[in-house]
Nanobody, 114 residues
Framework: QVQVVESGGGLVQPGGSLRLSCAASGINFSIATMSWYRQAPGKQRELVANINAPGITNYADSVKGRFTISRDIAKRTVYLQMNSLTSEDTAVYYC????????WGQGTQVTVSS
């Protein structure tokens, strides 16, 4: 049974930082492409960042230089370090694990507000 579980969301002030974690089980993590998406109220879900099997990363233009995606294969976990947060980053953040097929987590809320 595949499980994808996000954690680490919360309320943070503008300019602050958060680190999201996503633990995936039941898939071959070493060959998976792991992605973070987000969906703000009234907007479509968008790709934030991903990391593929060889470790190549990709970022949305809106987060380049502020967010960093990384993974720990031994822990089967992917992280999203988010710095210099703004209100525009407020959204539900979803983790997606893809290894032959895609699996989604339940999402974690990130709210950037003073």
């Amino acid at each position: 049974q595949v499980q994808v579980v996000e954690s680490g969301g919360g309320l943070v002030q503008p300019g602050g930082s958060l680190r999201l974690s996503c633990a995936a089980s039941g898939i071959n993590f070493s060959i998976a492409t792991m992605s973070w998406y987000r969906q703000a109220p009234g907007k479509q879900r968008e790709l934030v960042a991903n990391i593929n099997a060889p470790g190549i990363t990709n970022y949305a233009d809106s987060v380049k230089g502020r967010f960093t995606i990384s993974r720990d294969i031994a822990k089967r976990t992917v992280y999203l370090q988010m710095n210099s947060l703004t209100s525009e980053d407020t959204a539900v953040y979803y983790c997606r694990a893809e290894a032959f097929r895609a699996y989604w987590g339940q999402g974690t809320q990130v709210t950037v507000s003073s």
